[in-house]
């Protein structure tokens, strides 16, 4: 997955005030601009009463207006809401949920490149997002410690250079695709320069949540180069998928990228078979495959979303009698020190 910052924040690359002069600002970025800030508001627009007390633990409310217009006015409970509204519920502090649970803080030795798993690196390529997910793992990561400046990229690209062994360049962070196009397609450019490097990936909820994203200068670079190229979006529920990500997801298919979908299971947003047989069926008809189901990373200030192993192995055992396979997420578990994403199976 990714992890998260607001991109407010004045160290943003991608924030409007710092295009460079006389350039044009993609309407995406506008867009992220009317983005709702304040619960208060996003509250108002929804027609529910203002919140009181709620405190945010350093992770501000950031909720682009189109996701906003997919929740249902004056439900409490919508499930797009629950994943983005600070809730009281993230004071809890029970045992076990800690700020670095699957074990990433301090493990790179190049700064911003993840080498945990055989033949992929993830570049942690920014730490800004388009939307705040209250159960996000990377809440507390260390972005103030991301490598900064020009091409600051320069020092990863290197290191997998140098390693014949790599195959998959991952972008992730944050989101990688708050950064502006020309940065995007320098890396990846650069990428592509690197013999042993044949496939590119990244991980992104942009096409979900601010689908204007997908324009014509994202999709100008996704085209040409030659590397071969998997988005991985991520959707937790049906209702997540409108009209404006179906377009985004063909307009993706269209040059030339294969589309996965990772989601995250979670309590009192789509805990039940048929929200994700919905979701499996919702995303195939937009052209995307499930990818991952991920357990929950037990990150503090997250407890409320947690699903039971039992729960969670009743739920993919129902959705393997009802849907064909390859519509049947893996359910996986993060677990550090481990060679690979933890697929979750019953106990004997
Ligand atoms: C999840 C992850 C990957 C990708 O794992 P896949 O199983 O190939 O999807 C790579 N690097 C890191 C650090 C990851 O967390
Ligand atoms: S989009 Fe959501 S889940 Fe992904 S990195 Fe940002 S906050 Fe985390």
């Known amino acids: ?11 943003c690359d991608a924030t409007p005030g ?5 350039a044009r600002v ?43 217009a997919r929740m249902t006015p004056g439900d409490a409970q919508d499930p797009l809401l629950r994943q983005v509204l600070v809730s009281a519920e993230e004071s809890l502090d029970p045992p076990g949920f800690t700020d670095d ?26 730490g800004a997002c388009a939307v705040h997910c209250r ?26 250079a140098a390693d014949p062994t790599i195959e998959e360049l991952i972008l992730s962070g944050g989101d990688p ?26 991980h992104t909820r942009l096409p979900v949540v601010l689908p204007s994203r997908v324009d014509a200068a994202l999709l100008a670079w996704l085209h040409s180069t030659r590397l071969q190229t998997v988005v991985v979006i991520h959707a937790n529920h049906p209702a997540e998928i409108d009209g ?18 990772q989601s995250v299971l979670l ?49 993919t055992r129902e959705l393997t009698s009802v849907l064909p396979g390859y519509l049947v997420p893996k359910l996986v578990r993060e677990v550090p020190g481990e060679p690979a994403k933890m697929a979750l199976t019953p106990s004997p």
């Open 1 to 11: 997955m990714h992890g998260a910052r607001t991109l407010a924040e004045p160290d």
């Open 18 to 22: 710092r295009q460079a002069k006389g």
């Open 26 to 68: 993609p309407s995406w970025q506008n867009e992220l601009g009317q983005a709702f800030r304040r619960p208060a508001d996003l509250l108002a627009f929804l027609g529910l009463p203002a919140p009181t007390n709620l405190v945010d633990h350093g992770f501000p409310l950031l909720v682009p207006r189109g996701f906003a």
């Open 101 to 126: 649970p699957v074990g990433e803080i301090g493990c790179a030795a190049v700064p911003g490149l993840l080498r945990k798993y055989r033949g992929r690196a993830l570049l942690v390529a920014t």
């Open 135 to 160: 159960y996000c793992f990377r809440r507390h990561f260390p972005y103030a410690d991301l490598p900064r400046g020009e091409r600051w990229w320069s020092a990863a690209l290197a290191a997998l």
């Open 177 to 202: 695709l708050t950064l502006p196009d020309q940065q995007l397609a320098a890396i990846v450019t650069e990428a592509a320069a690197i013999p042993h490097l044949s496939r590119l990936r990244i």
């Open 244 to 261: 404006e990500v179906a377009a985004a997801c063909a307009r993706l298919r269209g040059a030339g990228v294969l589309l996965l979908n």
């Open 267 to 315: 309590a009192g947003v789509n805990d039940a078979p048929s929200i994700l047989a919905d979701l499996s069926r919702r995303l195939f008809a937009v052209g995307v495959l499930p990818y991952y189901l991920h357990q929950l990373d037990r990150v503090r200030g997250a407890s409320h979303f947690a699903v039971p192993d039992a729960r969670a192995l009743a739920i």
